[in-house]
């Protein structure tokens, strides 16, 4: 198989170009905190900001979970891309045109190519153009148009949404596959293609169909959702299957278009279906998004608590709120989001958004049923009232308490006090109850029970006093590469690799003192790069984190290297002593320094 080579040049370009504060926030919300930003740890279950982000040193570090590198590091373990897909991804943000991939051949290899994550993507990529060209097709199109226009989807959505349409045949985007010698079995891992069991063939998933592209958070196409044009088909609404790429349990339709909206509001509304979202955003209400013909997860609510504050479900009936609001305390319970619930019943006889919002004035009544939505917890509590009205006060007693010990199933005592509070006191005003009477009704729930809290671990810092010098002295490089050219040829050597067994240490000072012996930077940023394991990015991202942004780091690396020396002495004089101490005290056994080479 080909493997591609890294050009060092369009690395150095992309970097530059890509501020890590921007790039990181673009994905998740953060905050200032004197000279660095924290945030929401993506790469496990952060609750507090154990992710500090450094526009210094263009770095990321979690102080929780360890996780740490440069703006290229964050966006292959956050997207889950190659090295390659990262690359191409800020280029393209960047504007910056890449040089064409070298690549060499390492040997004949037999059986099918393996087709990669990018295959997928690429495959994705151009069946979405094909979509768009049927659509625009004066013949082929011309059904999906008029759908579109009865829907009064406008030309802007179709383009932000970038919808298409598949023809009425069983070879369309086959023929187009075949004909621009594509590699069909990327379509078919993709679920763009089936395979007939008579004979092996290919043909097209989708047929006769409106199309939704699926993108995920950075716009790459992951997956297409299929409305029915003609309405004797089945089903009315076919999705592509799971794939490497695309798992619906963790995927929202229009999060690419509406994340940036979300973050700016600290609020994301969920609806029910793709033309919803799109008809909401044609109304200029643009902090949308939609799930994907699923109930909610913990999936979603992962994406959703890294951009915003509060998240909103809107939903078209108090049926379907109700439902809607069971699953949701399961699945946002937990998590330190406010969750609100916002339903049309009552306000509008419209059946779901996309209706009210074809009518005058109708998106004025939507902005206020979202701004009159109802707390999670009190609209579940209201709800639970309403269906025991009329019942005794044994009925309502059990229910409640059901509810409440359901509450602790979900994680009551492990979320912070404060908010247990705060959730006891707003359960004691919906129920009409004294607060103390709530806290004996919730199992093990009493403040005197609160489980203890996970802290943020500290950056691992070494014993050996020889190795902090060690790793410190190269983290003053990666913080400031140009002290490199101030040393003597003594102090380069007291940094030589070779003092350290073969590891991700060797590996780490190796790239450092390659590079900068070289005459390159060795900025954190560039070690990465030269680094293929991750934990070994990790670890050079931890050694330069350690040193501190305000540390005068000139000073602090000559301090290092001061110990370092005066170990390299202590250990000179300790074996001297030794050798001593094995002859006897005789100094002409004592081995001396050869002459003369």
């Known amino acids: 198989m080909a493997v591609p080579v890294r050009n060092n040049d369009d690395r150095e370009r992309v970097r530059d170009a890509s501020d890590i504060v921007r790039v990181i926030g673009e994905h998740l919300t953060l905050k200032a905190k004197g000279r660095e930003y924290v945030g929401l740890c993506p790469f496990h279950d952060d609750s507090k900001p154990s992710m500090t982000v450094s526009p210094a040193k263009q770095i990321f570090k979690c102080f929780a979970c360890g996780a740490g590198g440069d703006v290229f590091s964050f966006i292959e373990k956050y997207h889950n891309m190659e090295f390659r897909e990262s690359l191409e991804y800020l280029a393209e943000r960047a504007n910056i045109k890449l040089s064409a991939f070298q690549r060499h051949e390492p040997g004949v290899e037999t059986g099918e190519q393996v087709i990669s994550r990018n295959d997928l993507v690429q495959a994705n990529a151009s069946a979405a153009d094909f979509f768009k060209a049927v659509l625009r097709h004066s013949e082929h199109g011309a059904a999906a148009r008029e759908i579109i226009a009865r829907r009064g989807i406008s030309p802007e959505m179709v383009e932000r949404f970038n919808i298409g349409a598949s023809p009425a045949r069983w070879d369309g985007l086959l023929m187009t596959i075949e004909k621009k010698g594509m590699n069909a079995r990327a379509f078919a891992e993709a679920g763009l293609l089936k395979t007939r069991e008579s004979d092996g063939t290919y043909y097209d998933s989708f047929r006769n169909r409106l199309m939704f592209p699926i993108q995920d958070q950075i716009g790459r196409y992951i997956a297409f959702g299929g409305r029915k044009i003609d309405e004797a088909d089945e089903p009315k609404y076919l999705n592509s299957p799971e794939t490497r790429l695309f798992q619906k349990s963790g995927t929202l339709f229009g999060l690419h278009q509406a994340s940036r909206s979300i973050q700016t509001e600290r609020t994301a509304i969920i609806t029910e279906g793709y033309t919803d979202t799109i008809a909401c955003h044609q109304a ?33 009936g108090d049926d379907a709120g109700s439902r809607a609001a069971d699953r949701a305390v399961e699945v946002f319970f937990a998590e330190e989001i406010d969750v609100k619930i916002a339903t049309l019943a009552g306000k509008t006889d419209a059946k779901d958004p996309d209706e009210l919002l074809k009518r005058d004035g109708g998106a004025d009544v939507l902005r206020s049923v979202i701004a009159s939505s109802r707390d999670l917890l009190a609209y579940r509590f209201e709800r639970l009232r309403e269906s025991l009205a009329g019942a005794g006060v044994n009925a309502l007693s059990r229910a409640i308490t059901d509810d409440l010990t359901r509450m602790v199933q979900l994680g009551f005592n492990s979320i912070p006090m404060l908010r247990r509070r705060l959730i006891v006191r707003q359960i004691a005003s919906i129920v009409g109850q004294d607060e103390q009477v709530i806290w004996r009704a919730i199992p093990g729930g009493r403040p005197s029970g609160q489980a203890p809290q996970t802290e943020a671990k500290p950056l691992s810092v070494p014993t050996d006093p020889r190795r902090r010098r060690f790793q410190d002295a190269l983290g003053c490089l990666m913080c400031d590469p140009s002290l490199w050219r101030e040393l003597t040829d003594a102090e380069h050597e007291l940094l030589d690799p070779g003092n350290l067994d073969a590891g991700d240490e060797h590996d780490v000072a190796d790239a450092v003192v390659t590079l900068a012996s070289g005459g390159v930077s060795c900025d954190v940023g560039a070690v990465c790069g030269r680094l293929e394991n991750a934990a070994a990015q990790s670890l050079a991202t931890q050694w330069a984190a350690r040193v501190e942004s305000d540390t005068d780091v000139r000073a602090y690396l000559k301090d290092c290297l001061r110990g370092l020396a005066s170990f390299e002495v202590d250990t000179s004089i300790e074996a001297r002593r030794r050798q001593h101490a094995a002859t006897g005290g005789n100094r002409r056994l004592i081995p001396r320094p050869v002459q003369g080479r």
Request: hydrophobic content about 50%; overall charge positive.
């Open 284 to 316: 200029g209400i643009t902090n949308v998004v939609a799930t994907l013909g699923t109930a909610l997860t913990r999936g979603h609510a992962a994406v959703l608590r890294r951009l915003c504050e509060t998240v909103v479900l809107l939903f078209d």
